[in-house]
């Protein structure tokens, strides 16, 4: 949509009441951003912060508000920066630009030395992990000093924002799960450093370590400790990829000290940690002599390793096969972890490339058995039987497994079934359009309502519209031409319902937007007619006159 057309793809209601914000001078600031986006200042329930793009074609790239808005893809807020902007464009006179905000970069470049010592030593005094971060980055660097003041800081961090009883004071998650977020941030500097190659490996395992800390004394409702530890294992994954170009040397050292700490009790209970920094080393399986390293590893761990740690090792051992192994020697694994869903998937695929399909066929049926005491898994299954029978042009299967689909929601088996019945389509149509319509469940009523708009049975759409007034807006186009006349009486009786129970002015407005699209197909005066009766049935609400009065 472009900032001159985007009335006729948002929905009405919101569109309204973005017009609304807009005319009532909500917005209270606007500027440019140096990268072209147009940031706004909206008043709300709370003051919010809109941004725009647009290209050289005035199409909206994207756009954004801080609000909490989440039923669908604008908001209100949006719609009122969108009619903003447009004037803004349109605008001829060119003293009317909108100031840029300046970037701070330029404005530092132009202080001194001593300006910037004055500014920025404040700010360093007031914040421990600032001060840790300078000193990293740039002091001299002790790492057994460095990982003890590490530690300090963390426990400086848990004694200021945690209570006694373990839970974050209330009020303050954001700003220590920030300060967290900044410790993982100033290690980052070091990754690229070779002489603090190992300060930084040292830094992220200690990290993670007392992540897992936290995670395990602290009550995390938000889940933002769990995601700080995801990041430092995906942050020491890519320092192990990075460090590929070490020399050998180093490289040793960075795996065999990722895989003592696996072995360690902490990731021995911790099992998914364990797991990841264990995937983390595997990348040096290039190296013959490394790869013998982690073959041995990983089959010490599955000895110890419980069933779903067992499935995530075998898949780790595969992959070092997959890479470096003969294909006699991957088949041959596949086959004999066959129980393993991750291997009988493999299996499944090959069995399809190679057009085996009855020996596919009996593989997922094996494999529906063995999960059929969690049903919804069962579709990973499911699926390649499905292709299989299809392939097999084995018409009896195939369509009774794509109508159980179908009738679960997956639409998009109706054309390979349409396709089955082609040659007696309008039967095959009635027939399961009364299967659906004989079911009860809010899915298959969903399938019925998908269908008949797919096939635009104009019949059954009006029989809707008939039981629930309020998809008029959406069919109407679609049955003006055949029941033009019931759908204007239909629409004008909803208007009339919706306005007796309407109760505040935005239901007010939804009401004259209603009345707006009404007025589309409608002629003038009937439609005039109609906010007269309303004017003159509620007169004991003015803020509905008000509404009814911009319309008229």
Known sequence: MTIRDFEESIDRVILGRGYEYYEDDHINDMYQEADGTYIFGVEGTEDYQVGVCVNDNESIIYSYCNCPYNYGPVCKHEVAAYFRLRDYLNSKNQEQRIRKKQNIEEVLNTLTKQQLVELILPAIKKDKVLEEKVLLQYGEVDITQELKRMERVVESLVNKYVDESGYIYYGREDEFIDKLWELVDYVEPLRGDEKKVFLALDMLI????????????????????????????????????????????????????????????????????????????????????????????????????????????????????????????????????????TFRKIFLQNLMEKQDYEKAIQIAIEGEEKNKEHTWGLDKWKKPRYEAYKAMRDIKNQEALGKEFLLRG??????????????????????????????TGTGEYSVFRKLIEKENDIEELMNIVRKEPDTLSKYIKLLMNTYGDEVLVLYRNNIENRAEKACDRNMYRDVCYMITDYRRYENEKSVKMLIEKLKKEHKRRPAFIDELSKIE
């Open 206 to 341: 200690l990290l993670l370590e007392k992540g897992i800390d936290l995670y395990e004394s602290i009550e995390d409702d938000t889940g933002f400790i769990a995601e700080v530890i995801n990041d430092i294992l995906c942050r020491i994954s890519g320092f192990v990829t990075e460090s590929t170009g070490y020399n050998e040397e180093v490289k040793e050292q960075i795996m065999k000290k990722i895989l003592a700490k696996t072995k360690e009790s902490k990731f021995q209970e911790w099992t998914d940690y364990g797991t990841q920094l264990l995937q983390s080393v595997l990348i040096y399986g290039s190296n013959a002599r490394y790869r013998e390293m982690l073959y041995k590893e990983l089959d010490q761990q599955l000895e110890i390793a419980d069933s779903a740690t067992i499935e995530i090792i075998s898949v780790m051992l595969f992959e070092l096969l997959q890479h470096h192994g003969t294909e006699q020697e991957i088949e041959q694994y596949v086959e004999e972890h066959i129980e393993m869903d």
């Open 410 to 439: 997956n639409f998009e088996y109706y054309e390979d079934l349409k396709e089955l019945h082609k040659e007696d389509y309008d039967n095959f149509y009635s027939n399961f359009k009364e299967e659906l319509r004989a079911k």
